[in-house]
Structures are given as C-alpha cells and as structure tokens.
C-alpha cells in the first residue's frame, strides 16, 4: 500500500477540473470560491483560538496549508503511510513558510501519548480504512477532544468502486453523448467508450486499502458522532466518467464549460431521483457536546 502511494501520480480524474471543485466549494460554503477550509476556520473557529488540527491520510500535504493560511493553529499533524507524499508535503510547507509537522508511518500504530486534538481531518483518507465503525469508536474518538469536531471529505459509495449497474448505464448514457474528441485516452489513440467497475484482484494487488468498507463511512459517522452539518458532494456520476478523459475538460473553451455544466447537471437530477450519493463533506462532534 505504502508502495503504491509513493509511486503515484495524479491521473486524469475529476478532482483536477476547475468548475467540479467550484461546485463542491459552492455546495459546502454557499460559494464557490471559497474552500472549506477556509469555510470550516471562519465558521468554528475566532483567530484567536488555540487549535490543534490532526490531518490523517494527508498525502501532499495541500489542505493543512490551506488550513495553517487561515489564521495561527496552535499544532497541525499531518500523517501519511507515503514517505514520498510526505517529503513533498515538508517541501511545499518550508517553501511557504508554514509550521506544520508532517509524519511519514502507519497511523494504526502510531502512539499519540494522551495528545488531544480539536479538529481531526479526512478529506478522501477515511474510505482507505476497514471496520470504520470500530475504528472510530476505539482509535479516532479518545483523540478528540470534548469540544472538537471530525471533518471529513469523503467518498462514501461501493466497496472497492463497484459501481452500481444503476449509475453506470447513466454514465455511459452520458460518454455515448459525448464527442470523441473528449474521450480519448492519454497518451494514445484508444476512446474510451464505457465505463466498468475495476477488477477486484487488480485493486488487491495494486491498493488493498482502497475503499474496503466505503458503503458503511456514512453510517459509522453518525453512530459515532453527532451530526452537526453534512453535505451530499455527489460522485455517482463524475468520478465513473471523467476517469482517464478529465484533462479534456480543463481548458476554457466555450463547449468544455457547457459539457462540464450539463454533465454536473445530470449528476445532481441523477442523485435527486435515485438517492445513490457517493460522496459527502461533513463535522461531527462528540456526542452530547455542544
């Protein structure tokens, strides 16, 4: 696992599409320039709080810089399993002058010493852990303390991406309306012309922590924690189709801009008819805290 994340490279995937991002800003914050970190900081937290923030599964490190940029946290703990994502995250905090404590191991053994934290972050980590609802009870709830707040930003749909017969024909519904030349593959001639759930041995071999118990994360949420505001992202159709073709979609064109508005469009018509949301931006607390 650790192997396969210090070897990764960003992909042609949805998340690198500006106007999908500006959606979920939109969706989380009202605005759709607005992160929700800075949503989170501004709304929970004065500028004079002393906060200590534990990002959990941080990869390169991005949002506890966005975090650290809104105002000073007492402590940000970043952790990841990739040395590599770690040595770029230390890299990219020292260019930006940011005090924030990356560590490189295996978060399920590592020894906090009694630490408490006040914000714990996920953001597309919490999917990568079997047995969420254990998990949570025993290893995430003695970090918190009493009047901290979970936030996570999460895929929450099938186990291990086996997407839905459902969702598929529509995404593929949708790749059919496409012009090819929005589909073709990276760095070759290929079209993509369906979208398929990967292969279960393939995903063992390349990344066995990849979503083993994604269909329970909502679930484990709320009986671990009080709900105190939590957002449909989507997902259902984005994430299946723009997978290997996204790059198409980050220009300015005209076109580009009108097929990424429709798609977003059908997604949340999709979503409101069949209620299959794959994802969700949420901050719990403890239960019984206010």
């Keep these: 696992m650790a192997s396969k994340w210090d070897n990764f490279q960003t992909e042609s995937d949805f998340w690198v599409i500006p106007e999908v991002k500006a959606d979920w800003n939109f969706k989380?914050?009202?605005d759709s320039n607005v992160t929700y970190e800075e949503y989170i900081a501004k709304k929970y937290f004065s500028s004079n709080s002393k906060i200590a923030l534990l990002s959990i599964g941080c990869g390169e490190g991005l949002h506890e810089r966005n975090f650290a940029k809104q105002f000073p946290f007492s402590k940000i703990v970043g952790i990841d399993i990739s040395k590599e994502s770690i040595k770029k995250a230390k890299d990219y905090a020292k260019l930006e002058e940011l005090?924030?404590?990356?560590?490189?191991?295996?978060?399920?053994?590592?020894n906090f010493k009694n630490q408490k934290f006040d914000v714990i972050l996920f953001d597309s980590s919490l999917h990568h852990f079997s047995a969420i609802t254990s998990f949570l009870k025993t290893t995430i709830q003695p970090l918190l303390n009493d009047d901290g707040i979970v936030?996570?930003?999460e895929f929450c749909g099938p186990n291990r991406l086996q997407w839905r017969s459902s969702q598929l024909r529509k995404v593929n519904q949708i790749l059919t309306d496409l012009p090819e030349n929005y589909r073709k593959l990276p760095n070759t001639n290929w079209i993509k012309r369906k979208a398929y759930r990967?292969?279960?041995?393939?995903?063992?071999?390349?990344?066995?922590?990849?979503?083993p118990?994604?269909?329970?994360?909502?679930?484990?949420?709320?009986?671990?924690f009080e709900i105190v505001e939590e957002v449909e992202l989507g997902w259902?159709?984005?994430?299946?189709?723009?997978?290997?073709?996204?790059?198409h979609f980050v220009n300015d064109k005209p076109e580009t801009k009108r097929w990424i508005r429709f798609i977003l469009d059908e997604e949340a018509k999709y979503i409101n008819e069949t209620n299959e949301?794959?994802?969700i931006f949420g901050v719990y607390k403890k239960?019984?805290?206010l």
């Design 28 to 30: 989380i914050s009202g």
């Design 99 to 110: 005090n924030i404590d990356y560590q490189a191991g295996d978060f399920t053994k590592m």
């Design 151 to 153: 936030v996570v930003f």
């Design 198 to 211: 990967p292969g279960i041995l393939r995903m063992f071999l390349v990344d066995p922590s990849e979503a």
């Design 213 to 224: 118990d994604s269909e329970n994360l909502q679930k484990a949420l709320h009986q671990n």
């Design 236 to 247: 259902t159709i984005i994430q299946p189709l723009f997978k290997n073709i996204a790059h």
């Design 277 to 279: 949301n794959n994802a």
């Design 287 to 289: 239960c019984n805290q």
